[in-house]
T-cell receptor
Framework: GENVEQHPSTLSVQEGDSAVIKCTYS??????FPWYKQELGKRPQLIID?????GEKKDQRIAVTLNKTAKHFSLHITETQPEDSAVYFCAATNQAGTALIFGKGTTLSVSS | DTGVSQDPRHKITKRGQNVTFRCDPISEHNRLYWYRQTLGQGPEFLTYFQNEAQLEKSRLLSDRFSAERPKGSFSTLEIQRTEQGDSAMYLC????????????FGQGTRLTVV
């Protein structure tokens, strides 16, 4: 079945720096790649997503890139702020295309 | 409509007891998912409904787990003969239309088996 690997598991940056989180997926049929942010004690919330027919997408300080050949995608956060501190999960559609398979998460800490 | 709601928010049960959780998806969302999340891990897919039909179940879902979505509206997840390893956050999510659209998560039900 689909497997999603996410790195690093923890990431500490200074306010204003950039943060990059990388994910790889195993099933070449995957066609949808969302990123979720989960703050402590709260529900996961979508922050950005990308579909397989697009190589890059940007929304203000957040961007996602997709390399279908290498089967990896990355989240880029620029000009980080303390409120960006949270756990970030990448996900990819499973082989059947019926559900999302999540990575294990990256705990991002932004210190001021 | 304030989003996906789950009930209860917390459940403590003794090992061997049965528990049932409820999920109310966003109105008109035809897709509904159940996930399980343990500390330090990502959400783990359990099962998927399209309208009232349960179309996929994870291999992780043992025979003690059953889910329903009567009439394609709310859904219930029942765990029979609970074990300590069932302790986790159970998340419900819903989406509308195709699979590659945003899935909205509920706040989850935290289950503790003692």
């Amino acid at each position: 079945g689909e497997n999603v690997e996410q790195h690093p598991s923890t990431l500490s940056v200074q306010e204003g720096d950039s943060a990059v989180i990388k994910c790889t997926y195993s099933d070449s049929a995957s066609n949808y790649f969302p990123w979720y942010k989960q703050e402590l004690g709260k529900r996961p919330q979508l922050i950005i997503d990308i579909r397989s027919n697009v190589g890059e997408k940007k929304d203000q300080r957040i961007a996602v890139t997709l390399n279908k050949t290498a089967k990896h995608f990355s989240l880029h956060i620029t000009e980080t702020q303390p409120e960006d501190s949270a756990v970030y999960f990448c996900a990819a559609t499973n082989q059947a295309g019926t559900a999302l398979i999540f990575g294990k998460g990256t705990t991002l800490s932004v210190s001021s | 409509d304030t989003g996906v709601s789950q009930d209860p928010r917390h459940k403590i049960t003794k090992r061997g007891q049965n528990v049932t959780f409820r999920c109310d998806p966003i109105s008109e969302h035809n897709r509904l998912y159940w996930y399980r999340q343990t500390l330090g891990q990502g959400p783990e897919f359990l099962t998927y409904f399209q309208n009232e039909a349960q179309l996929e179940k994870s291999r992780l879902l043992s025979d003690r787990f059953s889910a329903e979505r009567p009439k394609g509206s709310f859904s219930t997840l029942e765990i029979q003969r609970t074990e300590q390893g069932d302790s986790a956050m159970y998340l419900c999510a819903s989406s509308f239309g195709r699979v590659n659209t945003e899935a909205f998560f509920g706040q989850g039900t935290r289950l503790t088996v003692v």
